[in-house]
């Protein structure tokens, strides 16, 4: 008989108040908006909840250089600055010279191509997102959780002494290697759009690691990494895998892909415990993603993976249009506590205006063309499976 399992959420209020600039595309509000659907649906009493701590920066420092976690942590914006100053602060807020170094901000990515904007509480909100990836580890470390879930998490891009792709701290890199002092095996799944590229870096040369990224690939898509042949170094090699796809990628073809894909590298590696990237910019209509998942193909992948019984973390990741992550991420923590959430949104959702044009937790998707033809992905996983052949774990 199948048991059922222990879920753990992270969540804190704060963390939808960060703001990455009135242009981006990242708005932190979309976990706020997931959790309200959460309560709102009532999942929530199903759920062992606890608020997400900030994480310190000794642990963050983990993974990061210290100069560059430093940094971050003094980070001020000038438009704060001129608003203490015009409130009569006179006190000095930060060493002028750090402030105005504009080759560090080059080094360490801040502001560079507005994709990592230095903004008001970028560091509380990245230890934020990283706490709450690290009690997840340690939830599943200490069985006291099967599936640890931190929708604030799955900031897949930065990287060891830079912000890369609206990544400051890489909370799941911290969080695998919170893993890794106890589990000999981890695995590293990523249905975000975008190529796990900060993550696969950080494990390029490990056999305990194994990352495996699906991501839109070509025609000068972000960031460009993660192609058939970026497979691991030294130790590592084999345990990089990466399945890049043309744009309009559909339930069908993704689900089964996903599936072959998974059920060998499962066969293969045999991991002790898996960390999911949820990534939801891999939905139809997402602002920069153009694969045409429906919510409940995406749902279909993470629950694919509870059938094989190792705990899982999962995080969040990208996703640019906002109502549709949070339909998403609710409708997965549904399922995790095998509720099959749908229906209208709650009427009383404080977030209830944004969803007015579409008011139901299902919408319809619009077909596009698949640009991927059946051969192409065969040809894919044949490689894939020839790389995951000379695995000897
Ligand atoms: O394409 C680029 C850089 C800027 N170009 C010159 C090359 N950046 C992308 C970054 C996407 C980051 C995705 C993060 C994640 O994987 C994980 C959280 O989802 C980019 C794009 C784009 N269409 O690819 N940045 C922006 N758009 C952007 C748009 C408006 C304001 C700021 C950034
Ligand atoms: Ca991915
Ligand atoms: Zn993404």
Redesign the pocket.
């Known amino acids: 008989m199948e048991t059922k399992k222990r879920v753990a959420y992270f969540y804190n209020n704060e963390i939808g108040n960060y703001n990455?600039?009135k242009?981006?595309?990242?708005n932190p509000k979309r976990i706020s908006m997931t959790h309200s659907l959460i309560v709102g649906y009532g999942v929530y009493k199903d759920l062992d909840v606890y608020t997400t701590r900030e994480a310190t920066k000794e642990e963050i420092m983990q993974f990061h250089d210290q100069d560059y976690v430093e940094y971050l942590s003094n980070y001020v914006s000038s438009t704060k600055i001129d608003f203490l100053r015009k409130n009569g602060c006179n006190a000095p807020i930060i060493d002028e010279e750090t402030k105005n170094d504009v080759e560090k901000k080059r080094q360490y990515g801040i502001d560079v191509?507005?994709?990592c904007?230095g903004f008001d509480g970028v560091y509380t909100f990245s230890q934020l997102s990283t706490g709450g990836s690290i009690d997840a580890a340690h939830l599943i470390i200490n069985n006291a959780a099967d599936i640890a879930i931190n929708w604030g998490g799955?900031?897949?891009?930065a990287k060891k002494g830079e912000a890369y792709?609206?990544?400051y701290v890489n909370d799941i890199v911290v969080c695998i290697l919170e893993l890794l002092k106890v589990f000999p095996r981890v695995l590293y799944i990523d249905i975000?759009?975008?190529h796990g590229d900060g993550v696969e870096e950080a494990f390029f040369t490990t056999n305990r690691v194994m990352t495996v990224s699906f991501h839109e690939f070509g025609e000068?898509?972000?960031?460009g990494t993660g192609g058939l042949n970026s497979s691991g170094e030294g130790l590592g090699k084999n345990y990089a895998v990466n399945v890049p796809l043309r744009p309009g990628m559909d339930d069908e073809s993704y689900k089964q892909l996903f599936k072959n894909v998974m059920n060998k590298v499962m066969e293969v590696f045999r991991p002790d415990v898996v960390v999911f990237q949820t990534?939801a910019?891999s939905l139809a209509n997402d602002?920069?993603?153009h694969f045409n998942l429906s919510i409940r193909g995406h749902g279909e992948c993470l629950m694919y993976m509870l059938r094989f019984n190792v705990p899982v973390v999962v995080l969040g990741?990208?996703?640019?249009t906002i109502q549709n992550v949070s339909r998403c991420w609710a409708y997965e923590t549904g399922l995790l506590v095998k509720k099959n959430l749908n229906g209208p949104i709650p009427v009383d959702d404080p977030f209830f205006h944004l969803y007015e044009k579409q008011n139901m937790l299902h919408v319809p998707i619009q077909q596009v063309e698949n640009k991927n033809s059946k051969e192409d992905l065969n040809k894919i996983q044949e490689e894939v499976f020839k790389q995951l052949k000379e695995v000897d774990a």
Do not use: E, R, S, T
């Open positions: 990455y600039g242009l981006h595309l990242m191509q507005a994709d904007p799955g900031l897949h891009h792709g609206f990544c975000d759009v975008h000068d898509f972000f960031p990534g910019d602002k920069i993603g990741g990208g996703g640019y």
